[in-house]
């Protein structure tokens, strides 16, 4: 049994290596929130709400996960005693959307009882693999010399996958410069819905470029624009922002809207929820990755141990920690090595968090509970 009797929450502010630029926004500093969970028997547990400063991306941000978690899904959990994973969900099922916030209550308890169990975390979902492909986002659809500056400095990792950002107005000149320097890269390119369906023979002029993908060509809710968009091109699709739900990936397999789908836990609402919807995808004849959305080492341990899973068939967005923040929470970073990740097999989430310098990354911190 698992009974906390406290938690944290702490709003976070991390620098970024270099500006991270979509569609949404552009970023040179990082804000997070994570969850820190104290148990009976003094376990602590950690989980990450993976959000950003304002709800341009996700419905969710800084600002309403923090009530979320303080107000309605914390409080009934303290000193309760919780036999299971879908125990823990059952208490906040009545809570409509959130995934954010349930994903950071989620790893927290996962944590914990792996720790528990004396398991590493993916074992809890019977992952085996011991290594995990990983892929990179580049950050920047606009600019060009950085782009090309950032994939330079990530080929020595040897990533499976560069996936640049792109804009209508950057795409062909942005992809031409990244194949005339990279010819061999395995590349592909994320629009964050910035097209239309009516640039179909924009997105056609794409194919030239040899992409492993496109990624979420138009906007979440037109599948039958993508499903034109997918028998227009050679290139395959992949959807990210169209995917929340099992009964999603029934309607893109029967539309053929998309041959692979990006799979965040936050957009799922939890990991279990993400592990669900990879396999559901996976029946329908659909290629998974695990995605990631800026997460501290924290939430990107998740991601790791996620992608440990059969469910997740490519290699997931999950970039060195080092490469990402001046400053991460971790005191070791996750490391990317041929292209790949180690999963760890010791108990629980298998990286150490650095107290201090979580402490100085703190900018405020909320307390349900009794911490410890």
Same mark, same amino acid.
């Given at each position: 049994?698992? =009974? +906390?009797?406290?938690?944290?929450?702490?709003?976070?502010?991390?620098?970024?290596?270099?500006?991270?630029?979509?569609?949404?926004?552009?970023?040179?500093?990082?804000?997070?929130?994570?969850?820190?969970?104290?148990?009976?028997?003094?376990?602590?547990?950690?989980?990450?709400?993976?959000?950003?400063?304002?709800?341009?991306?996700?419905?969710?941000?800084?600002?309403?996960?923090?009530?979320?978690?303080?107000?309605?899904?914390?409080?009934?959990?303290?000193?309760?005693?919780?036999?299971?994973?879908?125990?823990?969900?059952?208490?906040?099922?009545?809570?409509?959307?959130? $995934?954010?916030?349930?994903?950071?209550?989620?790893?927290?308890?996962?944590?914990?009882?792996?720790?528990?169990? $004396?398991?590493?975390?993916?074992?809890?979902?019977?992952?085996?693999?011991?290594?995990?492909?990983?892929?990179?986002?580049?950050?920047?659809?606009?600019?060009?010399? =950085?782009?090309?500056?950032?994939?330079?400095?990530?080929?020595?990792y040897g990533y499976r996958r560069f996936k640049i950002k792109i804009t209508p107005e950057t795409a062909q000149s942005m992809l031409q410069a990244v194949r005339d320097r990279f010819a061999h890269v395995p590349l592909s390119a994320d629009a964050n819905g910035a097209y239309r369906v009516t640039d179909v023979d924009e997105l056609v002029r794409l194919d030239r470029f040899g992409l492993l993908c496109i990624e979420q060509p138009l906007p979440p809710g037109d599948l039958l624009g993508h499903a034109r968009v997918a028998g227009a091109l050679s290139t395959p699709i992949c959807l990210d922002e169209s995917v929340e739900r099992a009964e999603d990936?029934?309607?893109?397999?029967?539309?053929?809207?998309?041959?692979?789908?990006?799979?965040?836990?936050?957009?799922?609402?939890?990991?279990?929820?993400?592990?669900?919807?990879?396999?559901?995808?996976?029946?329908?004849?659909?290629?998974?990755?695990?995605?990631?959305?800026?997460?501290?080492?924290?939430?990107?341990?998740?991601?790791?141990?996620?992608?440990?899973?059969?469910? +997740?068939?490519?290699?997931?967005?999950?970039?060195?920690?080092?490469?990402? +923040?001046?400053? /991460?929470?971790?005191?070791?970073?996750?490391?990317?090595?041929?292209? =790949?990740?180690?999963?760890?097999?010791?108990?629980?989430?298998?990286?150490?968090? /650095?107290?201090?310098?979580? $402490?100085?990354?703190?900018? $405020?911190?909320?307390?349900?509970? =009794?911490?410890?």
């Open positions: 049994m698992v =009974r +906390f009797t406290g938690f944290e929450i702490l709003h976070l502010r991390l620098r970024l290596r270099s500006p991270f630029t979509t569609g949404y926004c552009s970023l040179r500093e990082k804000d997070a929130v994570i969850l820190r969970a104290r148990t009976e028997d003094g376990h602590t547990g950690y989980g990450e709400a993976p959000v950003f400063g304002r709800p341009d991306y996700l419905p969710e941000s800084v600002d309403t996960v923090i009530p979320v978690l303080s107000r309605h899904i914390l409080p009934p959990l303290v000193e309760r005693e919780l036999g299971s994973v879908q125990e823990l969900i059952s208490t906040y099922a009545w809570v409509a959307g959130n $995934g954010a916030a349930k994903t950071a209550v989620e790893q927290a308890f996962l944590d914990v009882r792996s720790q528990m169990t $004396g398991v590493p975390l993916h074992r809890l979902w019977d992952g085996r693999r011991r290594h995990i492909e990983a892929g990179t986002s580049i950050g920047s659809a606009t600019d060009l010399e =950085r782009t090309l500056h950032e994939i330079d400095a990530a080929i020595p990936a029934a309607t893109i397999a029967h539309l053929r809207a998309a041959s692979m789908v990006s799979i965040k836990p936050a957009r799922a609402g939890g990991p279990s929820a993400a592990l669900s919807l990879a396999a559901e995808c996976r029946s329908q004849g659909l290629e998974t990755w695990c995605g990631g959305m800026l997460e501290t080492g924290i939430g990107r341990a998740l991601c790791v141990h996620l992608s440990a899973c059969e469910a +997740f068939s490519l290699p997931a967005e999950i970039s060195s920690t080092a490469q990402t +923040f001046e400053q /991460d929470v971790l005191k070791a970073p996750i490391e990317v090595a041929d292209g =790949r990740i180690d999963v760890p097999q010791s108990s629980g989430r298998g990286y150490e968090v /650095d107290e201090d310098v979580l $402490g100085r990354l703190v900018v $405020g911190s909320t307390v349900v509970g =009794r911490p410890g």
